[in-house]
């Protein structure tokens, strides 16, 4: 089911068909327990992410995943799922771990959760009910956030969090190694970007005001636990775009850079 060694494949499970994904396998598989899972945005282009991802699954030596939100099955992917009665990305998403698990015998595997745009919104929502998978978080461009306050209103906030979302896991979430990244340029209030009077005045008018906004409101409760601060990145010369900022090599810098710091901190606490 799985591809060989240094082989891309599209994979169903039959326990997850709703979701597909595709998955890489380096020719050196050094940390078995760890997969770098790619979010795409809204425009669902899954094969840019798969093909920029794979150069840093093989320096990292680890397995990459990248799922297919299609817009049938997951038209609102990007905030965990439309309302209470529609198919969850998360949960899909973790049917889909669970079979990966099993096949690669690796009970305790973690992701390296990446997301650009409606990925990145996607990847930091799941991480506020799944950080338990996680092995960090890598946030670039998203167009707004849901933040760790309960003082606001889900979804700008976790106020009022909908029981059938399930249980909130913020603090756990908080102690995750973060990276936040947005293109310097990326401030266009394009027609795909959400846009309302109360959500600019809390996050700010683009996505640059609202990544600053964001990673300073999560570092201030990170610094509160002792968690360390977010780690936050503007990409020069780049606006709203995934393969230009892949292109560039500065984002996957960026993120390798992070991945190789948190691997040189988990060495010296053995």
Not at 184 to 192: A, L, W
Not at 201 to 209: D, F, K, L, S, T
Not at 255 to 264: G, K, L, M, T, Y
Request: contains cysteine; aromatic residues 10%.
């Amino acid at each position: 089911m799985l591809p060989l060694p240094g082989q891309e494949k599209r994979v169903v499970f039959p326990a997850s068909k709703a979701l597909p994904a595709w998955i890489y396998l380096p020719v050196k598989l050094s940390q078995p327990d760890r997969f770098i899972i790619a979010v795409h945005g809204i425009s669902r282009e899954y094969k840019n992410q798969l093909a920029a991802y794979k150069k840093l699954a093989d320096k990292l030596g680890c397995g990459l995943l990248v799922p297919e939100f299609s817009r049938k099955d997951f038209s609102r992917y990007q905030q965990i799922t439309k309302d209470a009665f529609s198919l969850r990305a998360d949960t899909e998403l973790n049917t889909l771990l669970i079979t990966l698990k099993v096949q690669l015998q690796q009970p305790f595997l973690k992701i390296h959760l990446c997301g650009y745009s409606g990925g990145a919104q996607f990847a930091h929502r799941y991480a506020m009910l799944h950080p338990q998978n996680i092995a960090s978080l890598v946030l670039c461009s998203a167009g707004w956030y849901t933040f760790p306050s309960p003082s606001v209103e889900f979804p700008y906030g976790t106020g009022k969090w909908p029981d059938w979302l399930g249980k909130l896991r913020v603090d756990d979430m908080l102690r995750l190694p973060i990276l936040v990244m947005v293109g310097e340029q990326d401030i266009k209030r394009e027609k795909s970007l959400r846009q309302s009077k109360s959500l600019d005045a809390q996050q700010g008018c683009n996505r640059v005001e609202r990544a600053k906004s964001w990673v300073e409101a999560v570092s201030k409760q990170k610094q509160k636990m002792s968690a360390g601060v977010v780690e936050y990145r503007q990409l020069p010369n780049l606006g709203h775009d995934f393969q230009a900022s892949a292109d560039s090599g500065e984002m996957m810098l960026h993120i390798e850079s992070f991945w190789n710091d948190i691997r040189r901190e988990k060495v010296c606490a053995i």
